[in-house]
């Protein structure tokens, strides 16, 4: 079981309280999630927000991560990282990259999983195997997804 809990300071929620289409109760999978991640590349542990809610597929997840977006809650550049995600096509596990700020993850929760360890888990991965793209990412000057 995560050691995190939630606190306003380590969540993310749209600006209004309606649910999100696919939104179900509870924090261990199975069911999908994601997690902002603010300074990714960063030495040390990286400061995760995360979503605190499980969705049915990972369509619901990236529409969830898409509001978010727009709403101004993640990314200073939220507005354009959603546009990114809108033309993206077939939602499945992924990760949006705001430059050297932010990375948003979105994955998928095993069954008998907290939605914070698979949350960390992708990431710890994903930032792994792309290390030496780091640069490529951080200059790119716009929103990627990977």
């Given at each position: 079981?995560?050691?995190?809990?939630?606190?306003?300071?380590?969540?993310?929620?749209?600006?209004?309280?309606?649910?999100?289409?696919?939104?179900?109760d509870g924090l261990v999978g199975p069911?999908?999630?994601?997690?902002?991640?603010?300074?990714?590349?960063?030495?040390?542990?990286?400061?995760?927000?995360?979503?605190?809610?499980?969705?049915?597929?990972?369509?619901?997840?990236?529409?969830?991560?898409?509001?978010?977006?727009?709403?101004?809650?993640?990314?200073?550049?939220?507005?354009?990282?959603?546009?990114?995600?809108?033309?993206?096509?077939?939602?499945?596990?992924?990760?949006?990259?705001?430059?050297?700020?932010?990375?948003?993850?979105?994955?998928?929760?095993?069954?008998?999983?907290?939605?914070?360890?698979?949350?960390?888990?992708?990431?710890?991965?994903?930032?792994?195997?792309?290390?030496?793209?780091?640069?490529?990412?951080?200059?790119?000057?716009?929103?990627?997804?990977?």
């Amino acid at each position: 079981m995560s050691p995190a809990s939630r606190t306003p300071y380590n969540m993310v929620l749209p600006r209004d309280d309606r649910p999100s289409p696919g939104e179900r109760d509870g924090l261990v999978g199975p069911g999908w999630s994601w997690a902002a991640f603010f300074t990714p590349w960063a030495d040390g542990r990286p400061s995760p927000r995360y979503r605190w809610t499980l969705f049915e597929t990972a369509a619901h997840a990236v529409d969830d991560l898409r509001r978010c977006l727009d709403d101004g809650n993640v990314s200073r550049r939220g507005a354009l990282c959603s546009s990114v995600l809108r033309k993206r096509g077939a939602p499945r596990e992924l990760v949006l990259c705001d430059a050297a700020d932010w990375a948003c993850v979105v994955h998928e929760v095993r069954a008998g999983i907290h939605l914070t360890d698979a949350g960390d888990a992708y990431f710890a991965r994903w930032r792994a195997t792309m290390e030496g793209q780091r640069f490529t990412i951080i200059n790119a000057g716009v929103p990627t997804v990977w």
